[in-house]
């Protein structure tokens, strides 16, 4: 019989398997964030061309390393922690074979370790990408697909799980809407991983001589259904993770059920076809093929993640209203609690993953200005924006909440998380800006040597593309510098955080449940459905957030402005036909 | 609360939805079609595209193609890489090719002429990036593909390898020239 305990600061129960599961991924993405973070240092000091840190084959191996640890395994193993909390948590349930969730995390942490072995030993400096025909040594592919059906069975366990919700009745009504995104991200994992079989399984059989060709643009194109794909989970689960958030500081409620998940149906339908951003300026791919998928058809995907820029501050905004923060357009964000780093981690990444990620992403997935960014440093300038800060940043956000209501620990050096995300953000705002600014003066990514030592031709970049990698560069060890106050804060806080009743030991923070004593309840009583609002208006004109309207409005401006911009550039360049 | 608890209507389908929110929805749909239309719009008056044109292929006979271009065309030797610079007639099929770490020949060309350009890999993945106009184009192995381009403006255009190929890809630079004619 599945036991409880109920957390006395938040009231949420928590199921002894999913707890500890919830732990042990969670404390697994955070060794491989630290991993990544280290081996960022060594990324951005070598592209800043005046430090010029590491020697060409280190750079490479580093650079490999780092993009698998961040882009792949911490988010996932995050991510895995996420819909366990977000199955058998937020629905009250017991987790649904604990066993085969064992078995999952345990392949996902073999086949992590396995990767990185192989680009430790040197032979598998292939990049994240690993594109045939360069190739990597078997292990380096196995590595990967065994940490990938590994995931899978995380997915099926919180299917899993939301049937026995369903089946046990612990919840009136539909599944809340946190849950209902994280079945987003469930979904759009279990086609990403699918896409990732059907390419590294005969990739894997190739690198150990079984199959001697595999076309390297199919290779591209189906690969990148788990490239880009996989980075969509992470869109569904942090977008999720806001709308937790704001519900937990502000009991914020959606503004409309409809409109929130209607968005995410729309990812479910259209987000994958992204993976067409990457093939824009390929061989052998039809103009409407590209037109078509790059568009997500017709930008149904952006206008879900339009919708969402609206609705989450949106609710926000009207709850704190309805607390009296009534005072012009934007008294309600002054007043929110800017010194709890939730909520500034929250509102960061919410405002950078829109304003930057959002905006070059589109402006870049454009198919003919894809032509004058493809592969320049413009193109990891942009996704650091999404993930290393959209989704990034919102679990730091969302580990400062779980510190006490999982694992049962005050914050460790307080005033150090308090000013983590102002670090962060700042420091990777600064970097991604700069960076974008040399990809559009054309600085390759991926590139050891922006002098081109060596080579029987020359070519100088002007002297404001080294600026800007120097400028980026600073920005980038400040950003590494927020990583390492985040993972001093969780891992002092784990080690020495004063314990909460009921306590939680030095084990106990990892994995171990806490004292037989605290799962004191055998099933929880039933989740009720929200309390209905007696209707009330704030703002005007039937506008209930004019602030987050005026905040959305700006948004547009800037979309607008600098698409434009874009194709002004791109009318500039040699006609091509 | 309710966004993590189930909703309060439990026909929450049904729930009309805010003023507010239908009119930002509009407003972001009609944005998204227009940047959709933007892409074929560009196609017909725009004058930057990309061809679609492309021919599976692979080393031995792409390499014989360019061999071929480039004796026919050949009129010097660049004295600093070896490499042939190859002047094709203006308007014609002209090739540059990529592999570990070069791009080969180097092309000579009159400004305002536009040519077909045949790309090709002999090894790996390539991106041809060509500064400082910043035009980028993936290179990728058992592949031609055919772009037409206009260089529109004299001077000396380097073709950098943005597609990373090994530990000398930092190496990879080629050379377009472009000559008032």
Redesign the interface.
């Known amino acids: 019989m599945a036991k409880f305990r109920v957390c006395p600061d938040s009231g949420f129960y928590f199921d002894k398997s999913a707890e500890s599961l919830m732990k042990v991924n969670a404390v697994a993405g955070a060794v491989f964030l630290l991993i990544a973070g280290i081996l960022a240092l060594g990324v951005i000091l070598t592209r800043w061309q005046e430090v010029h840190l590491l020697p ?2 280190l750079f ?1 191996q580093v650079l490999t390393a780092h993009g698998i640890n961040a882009l792949i395994f911490w988010v996932i193993f995050f991510e895995i922690a996420i819909l366990y909390f977000a199955s058998s948590t ?1 629905l009250r349930s017991r987790l649904a074979a604990p066993g085969w969730a064992w078995a999952g995390f345990a392949l996902m942490i073999i086949g992590a370790v396995m990767n990185n072995v192989a680009v430790l030993q040197g032979n598998s400096s292939v ?1 994240m990408t690993s ?1 045939v ?2 190739q990597a040594a078997p292990h380096f592919y196995l590595g990967l697909i065994l940490f990938a059906v590994g995931a899978l069975i995380g997915c099926f366990v919180f299917l899993g799980t939301l049937v026995i919700a369903k089946d046990d009745q612990t ?9 209902f995104g994280a079945l987003t991200a469930c979904i759009i994992a279990i086609f990403t991983i699918a896409s990732g079989a059907i390419i590294l399984f005969p990739t894997f059989l190739w690198s150990i001589g079984y199959i001697n060709h595999i ?3 199919m290779y ?1 194109i189906i690969w990148w259904a788990l490239g880009h794909s996989s980075q969509q989970i992470n869109v569904a689960a942090h977008v999720s993770v806001w ?2 958030i ?3 500081l502000f ?9 929130s ?1 209607f968005a995410f149906l729309l990812y479910i339908f259209f987000l994958q076809l992204a993976s067409a951003h990457h ?9 409407e093929w590209k ?1 078509f998928n ?2 997500y058809a ?3 995907a ?2 879900a993640s ?2 969402h820029g ?2 989450v501050p ?2 926000m905004e009207v709850a704190q209203r309805g607390k009296g923060y009534t005072k012009g357009l934007f008294e309600w964000l002054r007043k929110a609690p800017w010194g709890n780093p939730v909520f500034s981690g929250f509102f960061f990444a919410l405002v950078i993953f829109g304003f930057i990620g959002g905006i070059t992403g ?1 402006v870049m997935g ?3 200005i ?7 440093i413009y193109v990891p300038a942009h996704f650091h924006a999404t993930v290393a800060v959209g989704t990034t940043l919102t679990f730091m956000a969302l580990t400062y909440l779980l510190i006490p209501v999982l694992f049962r620990r005050a914050l460790f050096l307080p005033w150090v998380a308090k000013m983590q995300p102002y670090v962060f953000a700042g420091g990777m705002t600064i970097m991604i800006l700069f960076l974008l600014g040399a990809g ?3 600085v ?7 002098d ?8 100088e ?2 002297g404001t593309a080294y600026m800007m990698m120097a400028v980026g560069g600073i920005g980038g060890v400040l950003g590494v510098l927020g990583g390492a106050m985040y993972l001093v804060v969780t891992v002092g806080s784990l080690l020495f955080g004063k314990k909460l009743e009921p306590s939680a030991g030095l084990f106990q923070s990892f994995g171990v449940p806490l004292a037989a004593s605290a799962y004191n309840i055998d099933q929880p009583d039933q ?7 007696a209707v009330e208006e704030h703002g005007s ?5 004019p602030g987050t ?1 005026v905040l ?1 409005l700006a948004l ?1 401006v800037c ?2 402005v600098y ?1 434009a911009i874009n ?1 002004d550039y ?2 500039s ?5 | ?10 026909i ?2 049904k ?1 009309p ?5 239908i ?3 509009s ?3 009609v ?3 227009i ?2 239309f ?3 719009y ?2 017909v008056y ?7 044109e ?1 021919y ?1 292929t692979n080393a031995e006979k792409f390499g014989a193609s360019v061999e071929t271009f480039v004796e026919k065309y050949q009129t010097r030797i ?1 004295e ?4 042939p610079v190859v002047t094709p007639p203006a308007g014609s099929d002209i090739y540059m090719l990529g592999r570990l770490w ?1 791009w080969y020949p ?1 092309l000579e060309l009159e400004k305002d002429k ?1 040519y077909r350009l045949h ?1 090709g890999s002999m ?3 390539h ?1 041809f ?17 055919v ?7 004299a001077g000396e255009y ?1 073709v ?16 377009i020239y472009v000559k008032e004619n």
């Open positions: 060409a084959d490479y937020l990049m594109y025909p360069m919840y009136q009504g539909s599944v809340p809407l946190v849950t076309d390297a643009e591209r709308y937790l704001i519900g937990i009991n914020a409620r959606p503004m409309s059920e409809k409109v998940r093939i824009l300026v390929d061989p052998g791919v039809s103009t037109i790059t568009s017709m930008y149904l952006v206008l339009m919708i609206l609705t949106g609710a589109v454009t198919e003919q894809n032509l004058i960014i493809h592969n320049t559009t003066l054309g390759s990514r991926r590139h050891w040597d922006m081109f030592t060596g080579a029987a031709l020359s070519f970049y002007p989740l009720q459905m929200a309390p209905k609002l004109g039937g506008f209930e957030a309207f959305a547009l979309f607008v698409y194709w791109l009318a360049v040699w006609p091509m036909g | 609360m309710s966004s993590f608890l189930p909703p309060a209507d439990r929450w389908w729930v939805v805010g003023r507010q929110e009119v930002w929805i407003i972001a749909l944005w998204c079609l940047m959709f933007m892409m074929p560009w196609h725009g004058k930057q595209n990309l061809s679609s492309a599976q660049d600093q890489s070896g490499i070069q180097i536009t790309l090894d790996w993945n991106g990036s060509l500064q400082p106009v910043n035009i980028n184009l993936q290179v990728v192995p058992g592949y031609e593909m772009i037409k381009i206009t260089p529109d403006q380097t950098v390898c943005n597609e990373f190929c090994g530990i000398g890809h930092h190496t990879m630079v080629g050379k």
